[in-house]
């Protein structure tokens, strides 16, 4: 695999995949019995602190050793897209959440 830097694609990706935790978040969140605003405000906590994680602004442990990850995705030419820098999928949290709770 190569790691290729492409924002503009990583831009894309980052938005496909907090929208597609989110959602699936949104949906346990029904099927344990929550609704209207106790829901989409549990839905926003739990996607921004998993924001967090990916976008390496939390702090992780393991054996003692700083834990960072570095998000990357496979495209279809098995090359590793990425941003050179760390993912910021919190940036399109907003307008996700937006988008599933304002229509």
Avoid: W
Wanted: glycine share 4%; net charge negative; with cysteine.
């Amino acid at each position: 695999m190569k790691l290729v830097q492409d924002t503009e694609k990583f831009d894309d990706y980052q938005i496909a995949l907090i929208k597609e935790i989110t959602q699936a978040v949104a949906v346990k969140l029904v099927e344990a019995g929550l609704h209207g605003e106790l829901m989409e405000n549990t839905t926003a906590n739990i996607a921004f602190s998993i924001a967090s994680i990916l976008d390496d602004t939390t702090g992780i442990e393991s054996n003692g050793d700083e834990v960072h990850p570095y998000l990357t995705f496979r495209s279809a030419e098995s090359n590793l897209i990425h941003c050179g820098e760390n993912a910021y999928t919190y940036e399109f949290l907003t307008q996700v959440l937006k988008e599933m709770f304002e229509s």
